[in-house]
């Protein structure tokens, strides 16, 4: 069987790996001894959890972020042409979505390279899920600008998304800024425009809830330093 790049999921915080990684994904990560990762510290704790039998000494990890040159990346894909599988894993949840893994998967196809998605954890598509908003038509727009002028006029042409397309709209902030955006969201958008908070999804602390805008204002849930999505629609 052709060496293959396979895209990992890997848990959503600290939460039991059984309850959102199958075994199929396990079985698979031991076929690999070279793994792309984002930081080499959090990938190597990740493998640990997931039950990876090989050494984690002898695992190569090479990084990819924000600080990675391009030049540096060349070589990533190399064992693959030697027979060897390699694996790709973000941080937390799917790779290459909301996450830097999709320049390996673009070079993969450059090299006609045969890619292998499995399923797990996405919070994007779990909030989504949960929301109640319109999930045949929906946009992420990522990180919101941090300058409260952008994003005022960045969320002004959001929302008339929603209602002129039906569009649902989804963001996701820094976690120690999450207070502030819900803050701004529930005071600039339209009083009956609807938001969902989706925060902390498959562990025990998870809190998913959506109403009006203008009732986000009193009585806002706590979400300073917690993984969080924004959802938004009419």
């Known amino acids: 069987m052709a060496a293959k790049l396979i895209l990992f999921p890997v848990p959503i915080g600290d939460g039991d790996p059984d309850l959102s990684i199958p075994a199929y994904n396990r079985e698979l990560l031991n076929t690999c001894r070279t793994f792309i990762v984002e930081d080499t510290r959090t990938a190597r704790r990740n493998l640990k959890r997931m039950g ?100 005022t006029a960045s969320l002004k042409t959001i929302e008339s998304r929603i209602y002129r397309d039906s569009q649902t709209q989804i963001f996701i902030e820094a976690p120690y800024r999450n207070d502030k955006l819900l803050a701004l969201l529930a005071a600039r958008l339209m009083p009956t425009t609807r938001i969902c908070v989706a925060c902390d999804l498959t562990l025990p602390t998870q809190y998913i809830r959506t109403r009006m805008a203008r009732l986000w204002l009193t009585d806002p849930p706590e979400l300073h330093k917690r993984p969080a999505i924004f959802l938004l629609y009419k």
Not at 61 to 70: A, D, G, Q, R, S
Not at 106 to 132: K, T
């Open 52 to 151: 990876y039998d090989g050494v984690i000494d002898e695992t190569v990890f090479l990084e990819l972020n924000e600080h990675t040159p391009i030049t540096d990346i060349a070589h990533y894909l190399d064992p693959i042409s030697e027979g060897r599988n390699v694996g790709l894993m973000s941080e937390a949840g799917v790779p290459c979505i909301a996450d830097p893994g999709s320049v390996i998967t673009a070079m993969a196809h450059r090299q006609g390279i045969e890619i292998l998605p499995l399923v797990g954890p996405s919070s994007i598509i779990l909030a989504l899920m949960a929301s109640g908003f319109n999930g045949q038509n929906f946009a992420f727009n990522g990180y919101p600008p941090i300058d409260a002028n952008k994003l």
